[in-house]
């Protein structure tokens, strides 16, 4: 049963920020000033069986990091559809939006900051991780019940899938 109050059959697509919803919002840095984000296990897992099962999924994130570009493409996301340094994400989620010829109404799009607003009432879906900015929890339709890497990503891909009757449907879910 969903927590969300959208019909998650139409989603065709997830997008989601990085920093502070696939990665926690306190980052370390290394030693020369570069971020160490964190990963969820299971957000990574959930992400991997969302593109198995034929959802298109996008990483817009403000960040720059190469580490990031590889993790995701490591987990099956496009690498056209991984959006590094993105200034205006509007215009990188327009960019994948119509690259596939989805509408608004069919994409998901998990943000916690201000640079996501723009985004967040585009979309058809508006999410956010429970620790999310004020403003951002204000704009979204569902707010997680989990904080920005710890599980977030995963708790809004499974509710699309088991929704759309994709979660754990087929050995894709296992890797076989």
């Known amino acids: 049963m969903s927590t969300i109050n959208y019909d998650l059959s139409k ?14 919002t306190v980052v ?15 957000d990574g897992y959930a992400l991997q069986l969302a593109v ?8 817009i994130t403000g960040g720059r990091a190469e580490a990031v570009r ?6 099956g996301v496009a690498p056209k559809d991984i959006y590094l340094g993105s200034a205006v994400k509007l215009k990188d989620y327009d960019d994948f939006r119509a690259r596939y010829g989805l509408a608004d ?42 904080d920005g890497g710890h599980g ?6 499974e509710q699309v899938m088991k929704a759309k009757g994709l979660w754990l449907a087929d050995d894709k879910a296992f890797g076989w």
């Open 11 to 24: 989603i065709r697509a997830l997008a989601f920020d990085v920093d502070g919803v696939l990665s926690a």
């Open 28 to 42: 370390p840095m290394n030693s020369e000033g570069e971020p160490l984000r964190t990963v969820n296990i299971k």
């Open 52 to 59: 198995r099962q034929g959802l298109h999924v996008a990483i």
């Open 70 to 75: 590889r993790r995701f493409l490591s987990l």
């Open 105 to 146: 109404e069919e994409i998901a799009y998990m943000g916690d900051d201000v640079p996501d607003l723009q985004v967040l009432h585009a979309c058809g879906l508006s999410a956010c991780p429970r620790d999310a900015a004020p403003e951002v929890r204000s704009a979204c339709t569902y707010i997680s019940h989990a």
């Open 152 to 157: 977030c990503g995963r708790d809004l891909i």
